[in-house]
Antibody, heavy 114, light 112 residues
């Protein structure tokens, strides 16, 4: 079954870091990049960045540059999104999607609260 | 960044009636490869976005043919020929040619 399975919800304090995983199955992982998109409560969709699962090349949204790191582990077909120095406005559902945008994970809620 | 402007913000539609959503981009979405990288998604309540249309007018696998996309350059339209109850949710357009990828603000479709 072709799917992206994301890790579970997280609650973090301001200033902390979070790392969300996205495990791919049912297709050749290295053939597609992975895009990360987030959605704050009641808001629209925001592109965070992209990583090639083939060679690890990345592109990041400028507003997140320096706080976000995308990585992949081809041995486990898993992509990771790490966001550092968390703020309350980072509270959102974080989605991974195949780069063709035809396959999405179910999302991971990250809540940043003191 | 390319700004994607969707109208209207919301639609209330009687089942069986048509619906239309407009999306305008601040820059052309026509790539040198001849393709136009404009996508449409539906996000049903509590779910992830799901791809409906890619490259302006190509329906994704399994998408009913009551959904159609059209347009060129900077102006695009999603049409639903006969709205059904399962079509409720928020529709987003997205451009995939210029980084950062950007989305429209969304159009909420509800059933009367």
């Amino acid at each position: 079954q072709v799917q992206l399975v994301q890790s579970g919800a997280e609650v973090k304090k301001p200033g902390a870091s979070v790392k969300v995983s996205c495990e791919a199955s049912g297709y050749t992982f290295a053939s597609y990049g992975i895009t990360w998109v987030r959605q704050a409560p009641g808001q629209g969709l925001e592109w965070m960045g992209w990583i090639s699962a083939y060679n690890g090349d990345t592109n990041y949204a400028q507003k997140l540059q320096g706080r976000v790191t995308l990585t992949t582990d081809t041995s486990t077909n898993t992509a990771y999104m790490e966001l550092r120095s968390l703020r309350s406005d980072d509270t959102a559902v974080y989605y991974c999607a195949r780069e063709s945008f035809d396959l999405w994970g179910r999302g991971t809620l990250v809540t940043v609260s003191s | 960044d390319v700004v994607m402007t969707q109208t209207p913000l919301s639609l209330s539609v009687t089942p069986g009636q048509p619906a239309s959503i407009s999306c305008r981009s601040s820059q052309s979405l026509l790539h040198s490869d001849g393709k136009t990288y404009l996508y449409w998604y539906l996000q049903k309540p509590g779910q992830s976005p799901q791809l409906l249309i890619y490259e302006v007018s190509s329906r994704f696998s399994g998408v009913p043919d009551r959904f159609s996309g059209s347009g060129s350059g900077t102006d695009f339209t999603l049409k639903i020929s006969r709205v059904e109850a399962e079509d409720v949710g928020v529709y987003y357009c997205m451009q995939g040619i210029h980084l950062p990828v950007t989305f429209g603000g969304g159009t909420k479709v509800e059933i009367k």
